[in-house]
T-cell receptor
């Protein structure tokens, strides 16, 4: 399977700051990556589909200006939470899809906004 | 609407007992269904998918289109099976996955 890394694994920031989370596909060139959000004891919710070289596709209810996605290369997608607030505290997970629709997931990033 | 439902948040069984984790879906097209597992402090990983029709770690899942279900079964649970299990629906050719709420399986010694 594909190896996916995320950085940082845990971040704590003050309210109002911006936080960038990186997702890397280490052994596979991914034209498409997915960003999920997971609240405690809840399921993963798809936030957006990150497309290499083009704009991300956001799910309904997800603010694109709040969650900036950049997929500049086939191995890297970044999610920036702009002006983070405590309600943005969550676990963010990226997924990398292979051609057969099988997804591989990163270890996740825990964001805590104070 | 596309939806995946896992009715049980927690399933607790004794070692050696049979296990069935329920999953029902709602999808207008031809569904592609997956089971993912997340062990403690590990990444979410694919357990099995319906098109491969294989048994992984003793688990099987059969797609029942009539009942719109994809229940995960294992005849004899092991302690190492304790984990969080997610049923997921593949959405067309986009690669997107829609996840169920997840079921925590607890296998007691």
């Amino acid at each position: 399977g594909a190896v996916v890394s995320q950085h940082p694994s845990w971040v704590i920031c003050k309210s109002g700051t911006s936080v960038k989370i990186e997702c890397r596909s280490l052994d596979f060139q991914a034209t498409t990556m997915f960003w999920y959000r997971q609240f405690p004891k809840q399921s993963l919710m798809l936030m957006a589909t990150s497309n290499e070289g083009s704009k991300a596709t956001y799910e309904q209810g997800v603010e694109k200006d709040k969650f900036l996605i950049n997929h500049a290369s086939l191995t890297l997608s970044t999610l920036t939470v702009t002006s983070a607030h405590p309600e943005d505290s969550s676990f963010y997970i990226c997924g990398v899809a292979r051609d057969n629709n099988e997804q591989f997931f990163g270890p996740g990033t825990r964001l805590t906004v104070l | 609407a596309q939806r995946v439902t896992q009715p049980e948040k927690l399933l607790s069984v004794f070692k050696g007992a049979p296990v069935e984790l329920k999953c029902n879906y709602s999808y207008s097209g031809s569904p592609e269904l997956f089971w993912y597992v997340q062990y403690s402090r590990q990444c979410l990983q694919l357990l099995l998918r319906h098109i491969s029709r294989e048994s992984i770690k003793g688990f099987t899942a059969d797609l029942n289109k009539g009942e719109t279900s994809f229940h995960l079964k294992k005849p004899f649970a092991q302690e190492e099976d304790s984990a969080m299990y997610y049923c997921a629906l593949g959405s067309g050719n986009t690669g997107k996955l829609i996840f169920g709420q997840g079921t925590t399986l607890q296998v007691k010694p």
